[in-house]
């Protein structure tokens, strides 16, 4: 009887080495159109965005979470390297980073991603006196958004005032000439973003003698 026992066990662990080789699982189908940005930046800059599985003539866009496809603050064209930089809105909240593909004057979303922006600050550097027309240093570090500027102004000129002036997105240090006429100017880091408009983000006085 034990003899039985032990054959039939036998004969049974062999039927199941065996038998039908397990059934392999099929590859997991690629993914669709997707977006691969930082989740979080300050509010102004520029924001560097990769999209994968794009198809032809997309477009990047910053939305609100609720807003309609057709609905987006900002939005550039996708690059060929399929990358694009977009510049955020230059109020704190929370938004949407949208992949778009338009077509018969309607807009889809192919892929999306949170975005949160956090307070836009700058600093400025430079002499606090210089001679009238002779050129200075003169640095600035904030969002460096592609429109915002440092800019040499009156005390009480409108934010939206001209003067000479570089754009720190192309280098945040550059040199900057004093006015012709003496007196108490400002040195200002303006941001320029989406939503914000124009904002002085830091100020400086410079004496002119």
């Known amino acids: ?10 004969t049974c662990l062999c039927a199941g080495m065996t ?3 397990a059934q392999q699982r099929a590859p997991a189908p690629p993914g669709g159109p997707a977006l691969s940005a930082s989740g979080s930046t300050m509010a102004g800059t520029m924001l560097s965005v990769l999209a994968s599985q794009a198809p032809p003539q997309s477009l990047v866009a910053i939305a ?12 550039v064209p996708l690059g060929a390297a399929s990358t694009a930089s977009i510049t955020v809105p230059g109020e704190t909240g929370t938004y949407e980073l ?26 400025l550097a430079a002499p606090e006196r210089v001679k009238r027309g002779v050129s200075f240093p003169a640095r600035g570090i904030g969002p ?16 939206e005032a001209e003067g000479p002036s570089f754009f ?17 100017y400002e040195l200002r880091y ?12 830091a100020r400086r006085p410079l004496l002119v003698d």
């Open 64 to 75: 609100k979470p609720t807003d309609a496809p057709e609905t987006a603050m900002v939005s």
């Open 168 to 184: 720190p997105a192309e280098n945040v240090e550059a040199t900057l000439e004093a006015p012709e006429k003496s007196g108490t």
């Open 1 to 10: 009887m034990r003899t039985l026992t032990a054959l039939t066990l036998v």
């Open 98 to 123: 949208r992949l778009l593909r338009e077509g018969d004057g309607k807009s889809e979303i192919l892929a999306r991603q949170s975005l949160t922006t956090t307070p836009a600050s700058a600093t």
């Open 144 to 159: 460096n958004g592609g429109r915002d500027r440092v800019v040499i102004t009156e005390p009480g000129a409108p934010t």
């Open 19 to 21: 038998g039908a080789p």
């Open 190 to 201: 303006i941001m320029n973003a989406p939503l914000s408009g124009q904002r002085i983000l």
